[in-house]
């Protein structure tokens, strides 16, 4: 049973950054998948972040659009996420996903929190 590990996570001020990262325990496993990135903050659904498409098309939420850049590397087996201008609303645990018609894979989830 593949996993996925994520890190990054931490506690950081209004207007700082953050680097996630999402990696799959099986070499040359992510290839074929569609990556993701979700988040869920206290007493809110889980709601889509960003995605990427095995061809590397991006697509994001509003709200995370022009901050947040979404990315892949299938050598490493790697999704990453970068995080700019974060702000107190984007506290949340982070999740990756990784999925196709057939399959679908979660992470364990990163807590971000962005506080002063």
């Known amino acids: 049973q593949v996993q996925f590990v994520e890190s990054g996570g931490g506690l950081v001020q209004p207007g700082e950054s953050l680097s996630l990262s999402c990696t799959a325990s099986r070499p040359s496993f992510i290839s074929r998948y569609t990556g993701g990135w979700y988040r869920q903050a206290p007493g809110k659904q889980r709601e889509l972040v960003a995605t990427?498409?095995?061809?590397?098309?991006?697509d994001y939420a509003d709200s995370t659009k022009g901050r947040f850049t979404i990315s892949r590397d299938n050598w490493k087996n790697t999704i990453y996420l970068q995080m700019n201008s974060l702000k107190p609303e984007d506290t949340a645990v982070y999740y990756c996903?990784?999925?196709?018609?057939?399959?679908?894979?979660w992470g364990q989830g990163t807590q971000v929190t962005v506080s002063s």
């Open positions: 996903r990784v999925w196709d018609s057939g399959d679908d894979y």
């Open positions: 990427i498409s095995p061809q590397g098309g991006t």
